[in-house]
């Protein structure tokens, strides 16, 4: 089982929309979660990190996570074209600290 | 404001070569990594760092060494370029995490190095 699960997509949403992007994980241990944004030819750059059981806002962002279920969410409210990007999850391994274990990332296409 | 260069965007390289990849942050980071990122792959780690002349082998070092004899550069070399290498290679760097901390990665703008 890969420790961290994304679905590949593509996910097509149509402007104005919410997209949910969803990442799972194996690691019990691991204790915060980031979300990358990467257009496509460019490098990733983080937009959300999380380390507290349920809910954190940034703008037209919303990142959840739940422990428990071992699921981490990123929400996007009021999609627009250039939110279209692939999104990629990310854990701390937790026995190597600094090295992040990246999902396989889920491309996001926001319709006009 | 975090910065993390990389010294091209775009590399032609032949078969056979020696290859030097060069990274530089300027954010006294003490993690610096090399990743590698191919269509339908994802991010592969190559090496990563966590102090100077300090390494560790990622998931496919095979093919790659580094280098790191300064805080802020990281090296990634070839020593023998070949066809599979052909990729997109970031360069990113953190701040020391233990475990399971939550320092993010901060990527350079990658570099697209195409061996024919």
């Known amino acids: 089982q890969k420790e961290v699960e994304q679905n590949s997509g593509p996910l097509s949403v149509p402007e104005g929309a919410i997209a949910s992007l969803n990442c799972t994980y194996s690691d019990r241990g691991s204790q915060s979660f980031f979300w990358y944004r990467q257009y496509s030819g460019k490098s990733p750059e983080l937009i959300m990190f999380?380390?507290?059981?349920g809910d954190k806002e940034d703008g037209r962002f919303t990142a959840q996570l739940n422990k428990a279920s071992q699921y981490v969410s990123l929400l996007i409210r009021d999609s627009q074209p250039s939110d279209s990007a692939t999104y990629l999850c990310a854990a701390p391994s937790y026995n190597q600290g600094g090295k992040l274990i990246f999902g396989q990332g889920t491309e996001l296409s926001v319709k006009p | 404001d975090v910065k993390v260069t990389q010294s091209s965007r775009y590399l032609v390289k032949r078969t056979g070569e020696k290859v030097f990849l060069e990274c530089v942050q300027d954010?006294?980071?003490?993690?610096m990594f090399w990743y590698r990122q191919d269509p339908g792959l994802g991010l592969r780690l190559i090496y990563f760092?966590?102090?100077?002349?300090?390494?560790e082998k990622g998931d496919i070092p095979e093919g790659y060494s580094v280098s790191r004899e300064k805080k802020e550069r990281f090296s990634l070399i070839l020593e023998s370029a070949s066809t599979n290498q052909t990729s997109m290679y970031l360069c990113a760097s953190s701040l020391w995490g233990v475990a399971g901390g939550y320092y993010e990665q901060y990527f350079g703008p990658g570099t697209r190095l195409t061996v024919t």
């Open positions: 999380i380390y507290s059981n």
């Open positions: 760092s966590y102090d100077v002349k300090m390494k």
């Open positions: 954010m006294d980071h003490e993690n």
